[in-house]
């Protein structure tokens, strides 16, 4: 059995022999050692396969949280996943629990990858940098569901140089905090919704075009999708977002009667779309940072899927005389040692 060979420079995606039975195709920037093919093609020998296996080696961004995502060449995408963006459904031998990340389609583009529920796939799999994950397709293809394989590199347990093949293990979820106070829900439908599964709220394109040489670039700032930004509001986010220069993309929130107490709510809920790939996902002390001064308050993960700002946040709203209209930029520091953020504010008379 013979694999894939080389990879285009010009496009990125994996070139296919015709002369060649394949059996796998690699990952985009994904090599195989002569160890790593070996034990690679005894699990494809034991396994049998009547499709086309994926793999990828396990980088950090595929394993690390709060956001790892597992990218899928386009080719592959094309000929094994849906058309569009959606769920699909994920197994490993040997275990009855089910896993649905979601699949982000970017049409032309080779930007496919799985989010949201391949992080809760990870942690119950002791997924970790440097394994490597065989993909294969079943024939359920309703449902679009895959059997994934996982080779744990035996030295991550200071064992010798190898790979050892994944067995039952138990699953550890994240922690979620149960929320105290009382928080309209909204409507889902389906199965578990994931960490990702608000992804969607991404609503504008990132200063940059989404076309460039990087598959998994990220925009320069998330807003809801259900808040959407005026053509002044979007121009003075802009030109704020590139004065700030923050490695992370920043998290835009336009005041509401419930987020500085009009409606005697005072709290705040953060964009998913950038809390679901950049904030922890369990209720905890946050520390923001504005003008030279720090309000301690309490960020709340409720219903596996938001993320809020509650306790101390009236302080912080009362402190900057903020008002509805007003815009709050959050600015994340990757760098402190507890989770901190700096917001700058935009007054609604500058837009």
């Not at 050692?33 to 980088?59: C, D, G, H, W, Y």
């Not at 002791?126 to 394994?131: A, I």
């Not at 200071?158 to 909204?186: T, V, Y």
């Not at 009236?314 to 509805?324: C, E, H, T, W």
Request: charged letters at 25%; hydrophobic letters at 35%; one cysteine or more.
């Amino acid at each position: 059995m013979a694999t894939v060979s080389s990879s285009s420079e010009e496009s990125g995606e994996n070139t296919i022999s015709k002369n060649v039975s394949l059996k796998y195709v690699l990952a985009y920037r994904s090599y195989l050692s002569k160890a790593q093919n070996k034990r690679v093609m005894k699990l494809i020998q034991e396994i049998q396969p009547e499709f086309t296996i994926f793999i990828s080696i396990m980088r950090r961004n595929n394993v690390a949280p709060p956001g790892p995502f597992l990218g899928i060449t386009k080719e592959y995408a094309v000929a094994h996943f849906p058309d569009k963006t959606t769920n699909v459904t994920l197994e490993t031998p040997g275990k009855s629990k089910k896993w649905h990340p979601k699949f982000y389609k970017r049409d032309e583009s080779r930007k496919n990858m799985l989010m949201g529920q391949w992080l809760d796939f990870v942690r119950d799999n002791h997924v970790q940098e440097g394994d490597i994950c065989l993909l294969l397709p079943t024939k359920d293809e309703i449902r679009y569901t895959f059997m994934i394989y996982v080779l744990h590199e035996t030295t991550h347990s200071g064992g010798g140089a190898g790979f050892q093949r994944i067995g039952p293990c138990p699953g550890s979820s994240s922690a979620k905090m149960a929320s105290e106070i009382h928080i309209e829900e909204e409507p889902t439908t389906g199965e578990h919704v994931s960490l990702e599964s608000d992804m969607q709220e991404i609503s504008h394109e990132p200063l940059e075009s989404r076309d460039s040489d990087d598959p998994f670039e990220r925009p320069p700032y998330y807003v809801p999708c259900r808040n959407p930004l005026s053509r002044s509001q979007k121009r003075i986010v802009e030109e704020r977002v590139r004065a700030i220069r923050s490695e992370i993309p920043i998290c835009v929130a336009v005041m509401k009667n419930n987020n500085i107490g009009v409606a005697q709510r005072w709290m705040l809920e953060l964009c998913s779309g950038f809390a679901s790939v950049y904030l922890p996902t369990m209720g905890q002390t946050i520390l923001l940072q504005c003008e030279g001064k720090t309000w301690e308050a309490k960020m709340m993960f409720h219903n596996g899927r938001r993320w809020f700002l509650n306790g101390g946040w009236p302080n912080f709203a009362r402190g900057n005389s903020l008002r509805v209209g007003d815009m709050c930029l959050f600015e994340l520091k990757a760098k402190e040692s507890k989770l901190t953020m700096a917001v700058h504010i935009i007054r609604k008379e500058q837009f």
